[in-house]
T-cell receptor, first 112, second 111 residues
Framework: NAGVTQTPKFQVLKTGQSMTLQCAQD?????MSWYRQDPGMGLRLIHY???????DQGEVPNGYNVSRSTTEDFPLRLLSAAPSQTSVYFC???????????FGSGTRLTVV | GQQVMQIPQYQHVQEGEDFTTYCNSS?????IQWYKQRPGGHPVFLIQ?????EVKKQKRLTFQFGEAKKNSSLHITATQTTDVGTYFC???????????FGGGTRLMVKP
């Protein structure tokens, strides 16, 4: 039982490049979310999903896309990376009606 | 949209002193959760409060949910160096689909 697995752990991108941050959970959780964490700003919700085939925007969705084709996977796509997207990205999952989110270990992304 | 504010942003305490962080939401919440993040780590779930006026304890930690379900607090009695980290509250909206985090309170404990 691995929990929530995020890959890669570190990534450096050039401005304008695209990439996908991977997130997978093996707990059969319905809810999954992506957050970004910037110094002094806490965790801000990018996109979330309440089940396979269902996604919605959070507080800061611009520049990011998500899909949820399976219960297990919730990839986050950066369409055209910008320096403002330099951050630590966390994926989290929770069972519907469950008690709290389980977070992955994060992806530290730098855009130069 | 829903906003969750948390104060203070930072707190330095001497080991053995008490610590409290406060959380306020702009809207009524269905529940509130608390997380702890150690430096360099990821947030770890501590507890969830659901009922108006609810109080829960975990050893030296006491969590409260306000009567109006818009505010919450976390109190740590007699802090230890192992309590170091950032404590986040997170409020779930009444639709139940979004969890919004406060900005966190970073606790530093001097031995």
């Amino acid at each position: 039982n691995a929990g929530v697995t995020q890959t890669p752990k570190f990534q450096v991108l050039k401005t304008g490049q695209s990439m996908t941050l991977q997130c997978a959970q093996d707990m059969n959780h319905e809810y999954m979310s992506w957050y970004r964490q910037d110094p002094g700003m806490g965790l801000r919700l990018i996109h979330y999903s309440v089940g396979a085939g269902i996604t919605d925007q959070g507080e800061v969705p611009n520049g990011y896309n998500v899909s949820r084709s399976t219960t297990e996977d919730f990839p986050l796509r950066l369409l055209s990376a910008a320096p403002s997207q330099t951050s630590v990205y966390f994926c989290a999952s929770q069972a519907a009606g469950g008690m709290g989110y389980t977070f992955g270990s994060g992806t530290r992304l730098t855009v130069v | 949209g829903q906003q969750v504010m948390q104060i203070p942003q930072y707190q330095h305490v001497q080991e053995g002193e008490d610590f409290t962080t406060y959380c306020n939401s702009s809207t009524t919440l269905s529940n509130i959760q608390w997380y702890k993040q150690r430096p360099g780590g990821h947030p770890v779930f501590l507890i969830q409060l659901v009922k108006s006026g609810e109080v829960k304890k975990q050893k030296r930690l006491t969590f409260q949910f306000g009567e109006a379900k818009k505010n919450s607090s976390l109190h740590i009695t007699a802090t230890q160096t192992t309590d170091v980290g950032t404590y986040f509250c997170a409020g779930r909206n009444n639709a139940g689909n979004m969890l919004t985090f406060g900005g966190g309170t970073r606790l530093m404990v001097k031995p």
